[in-house]
């Protein structure tokens, strides 16, 4: 019966090690035993016949961050924010079959009135057939970059997302679709490939953030055009290697424009990056690129006078950070990041569309990372911005999860 209990308890702790997902970072992973010794207590002390006796499992987890930034700019106001809050719920059916959501609130507030929202970030189910092949299917987190799947404010450095995966990667970006994922062999190679929808172009309107604004987040979503997605990921002893790719096309037809029926406006957007991690020193990298095909026939179509559409965009970081101090659930880790932002506008001078300076960027930051337990984080941080110093600030922020 121990012997059962235990096999049960480990099973459980599986659908918690599915919601962290195999490409989470350490900081998630070092929490499972705890809760594989807690499920173990739940699973042995379960009545005969029960839900957890049977291999099922309903679990709830969250995350959050509250951010303070200090502009040095008058021009930009000092605030405060609940940034977000998100909570998430998830299913095991049984050994293969299980569920994952997650809600997200934004900005403390949600009314007409405000700036505050609330979102569905995840809703998807995933069936097991085996280590190498799983099925989901629903609204999932596009498997590009390292942020975008691994976003919880402990998991990365710096009280604020990097810039290079906000501004080129959409982060947080998902799709309505269909996927494969699973690994290959002992190899280490994991591989995630799909069929989602895409963007719609007709939708764009902030091209200070590459296609951000033209993605649908499922939301009665354009899908006249689809795209595919595919993602390889190494790791072995601290290092990861990898990269992905995300290509459709966005006119949808004209379903939000009609100006672009029959316009395919293709997008492409692709990374590499690496990570690596030994002693107190860790180590990462990443490089993402895309480019919007059809950028002429979408400035017409979107209107002017106003900002042009991206035809290319690309960006880069290298980032450093050193355990200074790790005794039990204490860590502290200063770090530093040098980012650069390049978006290439199609410019059409005779109707005022002209390349926004703005859009290429180079980023400093330097600051701190302190972790009072491995779900709970402290950070300070100093950001420098070469071309807008009106965005200079000093940044406070607190994040959790659980």
Excluded at 263 to 280: E, F, I, P
Aim: proline share 4%; with cysteine.
């Amino acid at each position: 019966m121990r012997k059962t209990a235990l096999v049960l308890a480990l099973s459980c702790a599986w659908a918690i090690a599915t919601n962290a997902r195999a490409q989470s970072t350490d900081e998630k992973l070092r929490i499972l035993q705890q809760e594989i010794d807690e499920l173990k207590a739940q699973v042995q002390s379960a009545p005969p016949g029960s839900a957890a006796q049977q291999g099922s499992a309903t679990t709830i987890s969250g995350y959050g961050e509250f951010n303070y930034n200090n502009y040095k700019s008058d021009t930009r106001p000092t605030q405060a924010d609940l940034r977000r809050f998100v909570f998430g719920i998830h299913h095991r059916f049984d050994e293969r079959l299980t569920f994952h959501s997650e809600v997200e609130f934004e900005h403390a507030v949600v009314s007409k009135d405000d700036e505050g929202e609330a979102e569905l970030e995840q809703a998807w189910v995933n069936y097991k057939f085996s280590d190498a092949v799983n099925v989901k299917g629903g609204l999932f987190l596009i498997p590009l970059g390292i942020l975008n799947e691994t976003h919880e404010p402990p998991t990365y450095y710096g009280v604020e997302r990097n810039e290079v995966e906000t501004r080129i990667i959409p982060t947080t970006w998902r799709e309505l679709g269909v996927g494969v994922h699973g690994l290959l062999g002992a190899s280490g190679l994991r591989y995630d490939v799909g069929i989602t929808t895409g963007f719609d172009t007709g939708k764009l309107d902030d091209p200070s953030t590459g296609v951000r604004s033209a993605h649908q987040e499922g939301q009665l979503a354009n899908a006249h055009d689809l795209s595919v997605y595919g993602a390889l990921n190494y790791r072995s002893r601290g290092l990861l290697v990898g990269g992905g790719v995300f290509t459709g096309n966005t006119g949808q037809n004209g379903a939000s424009n009609s100006a672009l029926k029959g316009v395919s406006a293709r997008l492409t957007l692709w990374d590499v990056h690496a990570q690596y991690k030994v002693g107190g020193l860790e180590l990462q990298a990443l490089y993402a690129a895309g480019t919007l095909g059809d950028a002429e026939q979408l400035n017409a179509a979107l209107g002017a006078p106003g900002a042009p559409v991206p035809k290319s965009m690309k960006g880069a970081y290298v980032q450093a950070a050193y355990h200074l101090y790790k005794r039990d659930k204490l860590d502290f880790a200063p770090f530093v990041r040098l980012e650069g932002i390049d978006i290439r506008q199609q410019e059409d001078p005779a109707n005022g569309l002209f390349q926004d300076p703005n859009n290429h960027e180079r980023i400093t930051t330097a600051g701190f990372n302190f972790w009072v337990h491995p779900q709970v984080v402290l950070k300070a941080d100093v950001q420098r911005y070469r071309t807008d110093s009106t965005k200079d600030r000093f940044d406070l922020g607190v994040g959790y999860m659980f």
